[in-house]
């Protein structure tokens, strides 16, 4: 069975950082493309970044360059997200999800919350 | 930035009726476009990609059809349990940028 954990989120004041995780298991985890999606309260989902099964290659949305890295770990089946200088638009819950023909596996999501 | 538009917004329809999202890109994506379901306060679950090839396990009421810049999910008889909101998703590039969401109700 696939599975999904994210870790990390929490309450942060702007300006702060925060690294969320995701621990993969269930499936080839180096095979797959990984991507992280977010959606803020009440709103629609937002495609925040993905990384190449070698790390090799790192897309952003726009309005994270610069602030957010994804990273990954193959050999502890692992996904990060180092999220600095945060804002409170960027308050939301925020997915890790395997990339194959879309995000085809979706952990349950971990809140981020930035607010002073 | 390719833009993603969804319509309608929400649609409230009687059980059994048919029900078409529309999905449009501001440039052809071919056919690489997946379509998800969220049900409240649950996780998206992805229900079509590759335009009309539909994931495991989801019912066969759900189709998808279309290619280059527009698109469409139709839900053949909808049922209460379809109560959600649908997202497509452009992914032949980044940003994988979503549509801003339909919400099906029951009339």
């Known amino acids: 069975e696939v599975q999904l954990v994210e870790s990390g989120g929490g309450l942060v004041q702007p300006g702060g950082s925060l690294r969320l995780s995701c621990a993969a298991s269930?499936?080839?985890?180096?095979?797959?493309?990984m991507s992280w999606v977010r959606q803020a309260p009440g709103k629609g989902l937002e495609w925040v970044a993905n990384?190449?099964?070698?790390?090799?290659?790192?897309y952003y949305v726009d309005s994270v360059k610069g602030r957010f890295t994804i990273s990954r770990d193959n050999a502890k089946n692992s996904l990060y997200l180092q999220m600095n200088s945060l804002r409170a638009e960027d308050t939301a819950v925020y997915y890790c999800?395997?990339?194959?023909?879309?995000?085809?596996?979706w952990g349950q999501g971990t809140l981020v919350t930035v607010s002073s | 930035d390719i833009q993603m538009t969804q319509s309608p917004s929400s649609l409230s329809a009687s059980v059994g009726d048919r029900v078409t999202i529309t999905c449009r890109a501001s440039?052809?994506?071919?056919?690489?476009l997946a379509w998800y379901q969220q049900k409240p306060g649950k996780v998206p679950k992805l229900l079509i990609y590759?335009?009309?090839t539909l994931q495991s396990g989801v019912p066969s009421r759900f189709s998808g059809s279309g290619s280059g810049t527009d698109f469409t999910l139709t839900i053949s008889s909808l049922q209460p349990e379809d109560v959600a909101t649908y997202y497509c998703?452009?992914?032949?590039?980044?940003?994988?940028?979503f549509g801003q969401g339909t919400k099906v109700e029951i009339k």
């Open positions: 999800a395997s990339s194959s023909g879309g995000e085809r596996y």
């Open positions: 269930g499936f080839t985890f180096s095979s797959y493309w």
């Open positions: 990384i190449k099964q070698d790390g090799s290659e790192k």
């Open positions: 440039q052809g994506i071919t056919n690489y």
């Open positions: 590759a335009a009309s």
């Open positions: 998703q452009k992914y032949n590039s980044a940003p994988r940028t």
